[in-house]
């Protein structure tokens, strides 16, 4: 069984930081893309950003230049240091992961972490 947790959101002023993590955990041999994902009140699901096993990143338009992904290949783990932060990012964030089990590659998401920016 794998899973993915999330953690380090809350709510948080305009214009302030906050460090998101996702740690995967269980029978894991390998873990290739992963990435952060958000979905605010009535909108789908986007992209935030994602991080190659050997440290490429990608970055929506939206969040370039203030938000920063991390990858730790050593415990499974990578954050999202938020900055600038403004209400349109307030959604909960969720943690996706491509990881190998065995044999087979599989896609897994956590179950959101909540980031409200509000003054």
């Known amino acids: 069984q794998v899973q993915l947790v999330e953690s380090g959101g809350g709510l948080v002023q305009p214009g302030g930081s906050v460090r998101l993590s996702c740690a995967a955990s269980?029978?894991?041999?390998?873990?290739?893309?992963m990435g952060w994902y958000r979905q605010a009140p009535g909108k789908q699901r986007e992209l935030v950003s994602t991080?190659?096993?050997?440290?490429?990143?990608n970055y929506a338009d939206s969040v370039k230049g203030r938000f920063t992904i991390s990858r730790d290949n050593t415990n499974n783990t990578i954050y999202l240091q938020m900055n600038s932060l403004n209400a349109e990012d307030t959604a909960v964030y969720y943690c996706?992961?491509?990881?190998?089990?065995?044999?087979?590659?599989?896609?897994?998401w956590g179950q959101g972490t909540q980031v409200t920016v509000s003054s």
């Open positions: 991080i190659t096993r050997s440290g490429l990143t």
């Open positions: 996706n992961a491509d990881i190998k089990i065995h044999v087979s590659v599989r896609n897994y």
């Open positions: 269980g029978s894991i041999f390998s873990i290739y893309n």
